[in-house]
Nanobody, 126 residues
Framework: QVQLVESGGGLVQAGGSLRLSCVAT????????MGWFRQAPGKEREFVAA????????SYADSVKGRFTISRDNAKNTVYLQMNSLKPEDTADYYC???????????????????WGQGTQVTVSS
């Protein structure tokens, strides 16, 4: 059974930090780029960060650049999102996803991702 399971969300004050994790099971992980997306209430899902299959290349949305860091541990089939200096506008459900293309490039396009987790909620209070 294919699963991407996110964890690590919660309630945090502005300026605080959270570390999200996403564990993949039932699918090939270590040869595909991975990404994090988020969706705030009433808004469309948006790109947050992506990482290449080997972890050497990353990409970030401008809104999180310098505050968030994506990383992965292929031995654990896990991708992480370290979120620092959190702001109320970071409040959203956060989703991890795996791309369609083996050994592909990092991507910010939702259409390039085929497997999605169920999401973990992040709430940042002011």
């Amino acid at each position: 059974q294919v699963q991407l399971v996110e964890s690590g969300g919660g309630l945090v004050q502005a300026g605080g930090s959270l570390r999200l994790s996403c564990v993949a099971t039932g699918l090939t992980f270590n040869t595909y780029p991975m990404g994090w997306f988020r969706q705030a209430p009433g808004k469309e899902r948006e790109f947050v960060a992506a990482i290449s299959w080997g972890g050497r290349s990353t990409s970030y949305a401008d809104s999180v650049k310098g505050r968030f860091t994506i990383s992965r541990d292929n031995a654990k089939n896990t991708v992480y999102l370290q979120m620092n200096s959190l702001k109320p506008e970071d409040t959203a459900d956060y989703y991890c996803a795996r791309t369609i293309t083996k050994y592909g490039w990092v991507s910010s396009l939702i259409s390039d991702y085929t497997y999605w987790g169920q999401g973990t909620q992040v709430t940042v209070s002011s």
